[in-house]
C-alpha cells in the first residue's frame, strides 16, 4: 500500500535553531498535512496543503507541498521549548481512498 | 460545536479480559470516524474505519473490532485481551469546514497487564 517516508526519525537541537522535516512518497498524494501531538496527548493539526507548490505558514512554521505532489517539508523557524513534541506528516493519496496516510513521525527535542 | 470525546483516558486491564473503549462526536451528522493505534510514541496505525452506521471496515487482522451503534458513536472492543494490544488508541473524525484533516480525539492509554 502507500506509505509516506518521514525524516529524520528524531531531532534535538538547541532552543532557537531553525528545524526542517520532510515527507516523501512514490505515488502522488492530492493533500498534504502537518499534525503535532504532545506527550499524552492526541495530534493536532498544524498545517494542510491543498495544490502542488502550496507555501503555508502558521506563526513559526511554514510547510510547502511539493512540485511533484509526492512531498512535503515543514520548517520551523526559531524553535522553543513548547515544540518538543511529534510532527507527523499526513496526506490523501491520489488514489482516493478516503484514508489519510500517515508518515511515521518524526520526534523533536529543544534543549533550553 | 462541532467536538470529540473520547473515554476512560487510561486503563489498565488484565490479559484476557474484555475491552470497550467509546467515542462519540457532536455538531455533525454522518461523519467519518477511525480508530488509530500507537505504539511506543511512535507511527499511527489505522485499526478501523467507518462511513456510517454499522458500516465498519478493518484494515489489519487484529484481536479487537469496532461497532458503530449510533451515527455519532464508535467503539472498540475485544472479547479477550493480549499482551500486546497494549498502546495508545485515538479516534479521529472530519469536522465540517476542516477540509481533508482529520480531529484527534484526546486518545485512550490502555496497558495490558
Known amino acids: 500500500g502507500q506509505q509516506l517516508n518521514q525524516s529524520p526519525q528524531s531531532m534535538f537541537i538547541q532552543e532557537g535553531e531553525d528545524v526542517s522535516m520532510n515527507c516523501t512518497s512514490s505515488s502522488i498524494f492530492n493533500t498534504w498535512l502537518w499534525y503535532k501531538q504532545d506527550p499524552g496527548e492526541g495530534p493536532v493539526l498544524l498545517i494542510a496543503?491543498?495544490?502542488?507548490?502550496e507555501l503555508t505558514s502558521n506563526g513559526r512554521l511554514t510547510a510547502q507541498f511539493g512540485i511533484t505532489r509526492k512531498d512535503s517539508f515543514l520548517n520551523i523557524s526559531a524553535s522553543i521549548p513548547s515544540d518538543v513534541g511529534i510532527y507527523f506528516c499526513a496526506g490523501h493519496p491520489s488514489s482516493n481512498t478516503g484514508k489519510l496516510i500517515f508518515g511515521q513521525g518524526t520526534t523533536l527535542q529543544v534543549k533550553p | 460545536s462541532q467536538t470529540i470525546h473520547q473515554w476512560p483516558a487510561t486503563l489498565v486491564q488484565p490479559v484476557g479480559s474484555p475491552l470497550s473503549l467509546e467515542c462519540t462526536v457532536e455538531g455533525t451528522s454522518n461523519p467519518n470516524l477511525y480508530w488509530y493505534r500507537q505504539a511506543a510514541g511512535r507511527g499511527l496505525q489505522l485499526l478501523f474505519y467507518s462511513v456510517g452506521i454499522g458500516q465498519i471496515s478493518s484494515e489489519v487482522p487484529q484481536n479487537l473490532s469496532a461497532s458503530r451503534p449510533q451515527d455519532r458513536q464508535f467503539i472498540l472492543s475485544s472479547k479477550k485481551l493480549l499482551l500486546s494490544d497494549s498502546g495508545f488508541y485515538l479516534c479521529a473524525w472530519i469536522p465540517m469546514g476542516q477540509g481533508s484533516g482529520y480531529t484527534f480525539g484526546s486518545g485512550t492509554r490502555l496497558t495490558v497487564v
Open positions: 496543503l491543498y495544490k502542488a507548490g
